[in-house]
């Protein structure tokens, strides 16, 4: 593996084919996201506008990537009872499949005989693997890409295993 991460947003504008994400934390805790997540938990409110500010930096990308013909899925294992975190996660939701992703949510319950991968992780064209590191709080704390053949089919048939297990969100209550 190599620490030689390119920036992400290069690695989704080069995808041709397909982008999986996979979240597999009941809480993160990054430091852009702390306000938002604040104002949830008082209100109840979600930022639902996809050209607001606040999605400025993603809804576009995922436009553009979708509109090349990219198929984007996102693949989250929650534990239930589902957490503060994860039942903003899924209010926002609405927002990323407005952009074009597809959106799948799994039961950690379900998940117990998937071998998985120990960290959450983008999976480009099935061969590039960005993982993404993150402290007990769920704050970042790195990033580590990978082609390695071994650990791609790893990722890879772990993400099929739960798609395939998973609810689409509109399934899916909290």
Do not use: C
């Not at 899925?73 to 899924?90: C, K």
């Not at 379900?110 to 590039?128: M, Y």
């Not at 693997?129 to 390695?148: K, M, N, Q, R, S």
Request: hydrophobic share 40%; proline share 6%; net charge negative.
């Amino acid at each position: 593996m190599t620490q030689n991460v390119p920036d992400f947003s290069s690695l989704l504008k080069g995808a041709q084919q397909t982008a999986v994400h996979l979240e597999m934390r009941d809480v993160y805790g990054v430091s852009d996201e702390a306000e938002e997540f604040a104002e949830f938990k008082r209100s109840g409110g979600a930022d639902l506008d996809p050209d607001s500010e606040g999605w400025a930096g993603w809804v576009p990308l995922v436009r553009e990537t979708v509109g090349r013909g990219v198929v984007m899925r996102r693949a989250r294992i929650v534990s239930e009872p589902v957490t503060d975190y994860i039942r903003w996660e899924h209010a926002l939701t609405p927002v990323n499949i407005a952009a074009g992703e597809q959106v799948r949510w799994l039961p950690r319950r379900l998940a117990s005989d998937i071998p998985l991968p120990g960290n959450d992780l983008w999976l480009i064209d099935d061969h590039l693997v960005l993982f993404h590191w993150f402290t007990g709080d769920g704050d970042w704390a790195g990033h580590e890409y990978t082609e390695d053949p071994a650990v791609v089919k790893l990722v890879s048939n772990a993400f099929e295993a739960v798609w395939e297990r998973a609810l689409p969100h509109d399934q899916y209550t909290v």
